[in-house]
């Protein structure tokens, strides 16, 4: 679980990193990157539409990605917002499948995903 200080909670702040954060697609998610304070910790927001399945679906997902989250923050991530706005389909169904996007992702320096 994600401490509050490392989560995106208000509407203004998942606004402004979907706005000016850079994009990155994957198949299973969008996620928006936007640099903050270097010594701030990394924050990270989640949005899971209807489209994605049944409420059970999208709180696996979600909670799959928030454990991820935390993993990126206990390894020293900082200086980031990120907001994660998961694609409908069952690219996202395997804990592994969601940890090599997020990894592929986060891991570049500069966010663009080679493949």
Do not use: C, Q
Not at 60 to 81: N, T
């Amino acid at each position: 679980m994600l401490a509050r200080a490392n989560r995106v909670v208000h509407p203004a702040d998942f606004r402004a990193v979907v706005r000016r954060g850079r994009r990155t697609t994957t198949a299973s998610a969008v996620y928006h990157r936007l640099p903050t304070d270097p010594a701030a910790p990394a924050r990270f927001g989640v949005v899971v539409s209807k489209a994605v399945g049944i409420a059970v679906d999208r709180n696996l997902v979600r909670r799959r990605l928030k454990a991820l989250g935390r993993s990126f923050v206990d390894a020293g991530l900082r200086g980031e917002d990120i907001v994660i706005r998961v694609l409908p389909g069952d690219a996202h169904r395997s804990w592994d499948s969601l940890s090599a996007d997020m990894h592929a992702v986060l891991d570049a320096p500069d966010g663009k995903v080679t493949r």
